[in-house]
């Protein structure tokens, strides 16, 4: 069974930093896409990044994009580095992985992810 945790979240300035991590248990990263979504008070998930399993490429929602940097450290931890940080970017930030290897379709689909950590809050104060 796959298991993803996510930590690093936390109450930040406008400005500031955080880095979110996020762990796997029962399979490795490589390989398999990884994704961060985000859900905001109020409204459906969305895509932040992801990381291909495929290559590695990683590929950046506009909103994030030159801000945010994902990550793999080794086959079962990655990152995102999240700066300049902005009250928009409040949320609670998701992990997710593909159940099939080296698929590349639609990064941005939460549909396409099969595995999902709890979340972690993220909230920016202005």
């Known amino acids: 069974q796959v298991q993803l945790v996510e930590s690093g979240g936390g109450l930040v300035q406008a400005g500031g930093s955080l880095r979110l991590s996020c762990a796997a248990s029962?399979?490795?990263?490589?390989?398999?896409?990884l994704a961060w979504f985000r859900q905001a008070p109020g409204k459906d998930r969305a895509f932040a990044v992801a990381i291909s399993g495929c290559g590695g490429g990683t590929y950046y929602a506009d909103s994030v994009k030159g801000r945010f940097t994902a990550s793999r450290d080794n086959a079962k931890i990655v990152y995102l580095q999240m700066s300049n940080l902005k009250p928009e970017d409040t949320a609670v930030y998701y992990c997710?992985?593909?159940?099939?290897?080296?698929?590349?379709?639609?990064?941005?689909?939460?549909?396409?992810?099969?595995?999902w950590g709890q979340g972690t809050q993220v909230t920016v104060s202005s």
């Open positions: 029962g399979r490795t990263f490589s390989d398999y896409t």
């Open positions: 997710a992985i593909r159940g099939i290897k080296y698929s590349t379709v639609a990064y941005f689909l939460e549909s396409t992810y099969n595995y």
